[in-house]
DNA sequence: TAAGTATTTAACTAATAGGTTAATTATATC
DNA sequence: GATATAATTAACCTATTAGTTAAATACTTA
């Protein structure tokens, strides 16, 4: 769980899955996303792959990422659980959660 | 939502946030809880404030810290809502989560 | 095989995070 | 008012993080 956290700490990594949410990717086209150098990207791939958030496959010379949802979910789950005083699953109602939503 | 990721990329915050989740607590009573010094625990509180995911309210000589759920829960919401292609809220099934759960 | 492209690794640097002890602030009590 | 307690702030140190450029690795293709 802490790699999860740690991994979620950064907008970019958080955008990262985001992209990957709609679509698989090549190293180099999430890359081309971010205004900053491959190995920097590379890393932060590395550190989602680390977290169980990414999967990467390579197909001759590029690698395809894409998400592994079940983890991004199940981390979020064991430790939202937390917070439910029945120890149930999730189970919100979104207009209360609406109420105090904070753009970012 | 980068301040509230950054608050939870820690351990030991996430565990203030578990104890708070029982119960209101004292700056004191949550330090005792840690291995750790006061100053260094009165740090990982502000940080939590900020995220606003606690509130602290002053009585006498004490600060009583409680858990701010709403904002917890709002935030992961904004999050979590991305994976969700309908842009519902949370709806898991948890025998699909627990399949893929790692201790941490 | 040589040259080009995709990606990662290595070596380095600057900024941030997380801890320490000492000092400060605010309240309570004698 | 003096002293004790609760909590935070300040000053400092070390480790980690996030970026850079250069080099290495792996694959493709002429």
């Known amino acids: 769980m802490?790699?999860?956290f740690q991994a979620l700490s950064s907008s970019v990594r958080r955008k990262i899955l985001a992209y990957l949410s709609k679509t698989d990717l090549t190293a180099g086209?999430?890359?081309e996303r971010f205004e900053m150098s491959k190995p920097a990207l590379s890393k932060h791939l590395s550190i989602l792959m680390n977290?169980?958030?990414i999967q990467g496959e390579k197909k001759?010379?590029?690698?395809?990422y894409s998400l592994v949802k079940e983890n991004l979910f199940?981390?979020?789950n064991d430790f939202l659980v937390n917070f439910c005083p029945?120890?149930?699953p999730l189970k919100l109602e979104s207009a209360e959660i609406k109420k105090n939503?904070?753009?970012d």
């Open 86 to 88: 029945q120890g149930r």
């Open 60 to 64: 001759g010379q590029y690698v395809h």
């Open 29 to 31: 086209e999430i890359s």
């Open 51 to 53: 977290a169980g958030l």
């Open 2 to 4: 802490n790699d999860t």
């Open 74 to 76: 199940a981390n979020m």
């Open 101 to 103: 939503k904070k753009t």
